[in-house]
């Protein structure tokens, strides 16, 4: 079992404390292995074209993708911090099975744990964890 942690961040203006958050001991690391960086850049290549038989892929869905980078820890956790564009005049639920990442091997895999809303003709980012994988995400797209 993890140690318990908090981790208290301030804000000083001016010398003076204003502000304090806890962050709760899920968010703070416990080893360096744990650590989720940011992967290299993916090459840009021609066209990412994996065999899919079965066309697995995301469910439909409202969502633009503005941009994706990929991130991972020495431990094999993927995940990518995604940025998604609401056009719509209303606000859209996003849930797992609208978003999806390829891995250098051609596998895929839908998003875990997934479900916020993003405000009508917003853009909106965060973090969406694939799983563990051995091969790096190659690939995030909606549909």
Known sequence: MKPLHTLVLGLLIAG???????VPSSS?????????????????????????PNRYGPEPSQFRMVAATPMSNELGERWALVTLYNPTG??????????MATFANGDRSLALNLNLRVDARQNQSFAVSFGSHKFPIVLVETR
């Open 16 to 22: 003076t404390l204003v502000a304090a958050v806890k």
């Open 28 to 52: 703070v690391p416990t080893q360096a292995s744990e650590v989720i960086r940011i992967d290299d850049p993916i090459p840009q290549l021609a066209d990412i074209q994996f065999p899919n």
């Open 90 to 99: 209303g606000k859209l639920e996003l849930e797992n099975n609208m978003i």
